[in-house]
């Protein structure tokens, strides 16, 4: 997995428009990895490519009509697949909340961490299916 992040991938605008399919399908891939984001040290830097990839494939669907063909919509499943059906791990807090509500005492809302990237892929979601209308 490391490798993949090793080398950055260039923005769209830094492309030829011949060469702009093949790297959508190579940041759909990069994206299709799975991190833990209840641990905001761990691949931090993976972490951060990932965000910035989701966020320029969103950019780039919103662009208008024919940005992607057809036949990247098997990429695109896969790559939404990966990160919105999968089990999310306990955070931290979840668990002391947890404990802290059968204390009955009470605790500060938190956000929990896994669910930003997945407002990115949600996002990207809603680009794919607006883009191919």
């Not at 923005?11 to 759909?28: A, W």
């Not at 669907?61 to 089990?87: Q, T």
Request: with cysteine; charged share 25%.
């Amino acid at each position: 997995m490391r490798r993949a992040y090793a080398e950055p991938l260039p923005s769209f605008r830094d492309v030829p428009p011949g060469e702009k399919q093949l790297l959508f399908v190579r940041k759909l891939h990069l994206c299709s990895f799975s991190f833990d984001f209840g641990d905001p040290s761990r691949d931090a830097r993976e972490k951060e490519v990932k965000r910035q990839a989701l966020l320029e494939l969103v950019d780039y669907a919103n662009g208008g009509p024919g940005r992607f063909s057809e036949a990247v919509s098997e990429d695109i499943a896969f790559m939404l697949s990966r990160n919105l059906f999968r089990a999310l791990p306990p955070s931290r807090h979840d668990v002391l909340a947890a404990a802290a509500a059968t204390a009955a005492a009470p605790t500060p809302t938190r956000r929990n961490p896994h669910w930003s990237p997945l407002g990115h892929t949600c996002r990207s979601c809603t680009s794919f299916c607006c883009a191919t209308l």
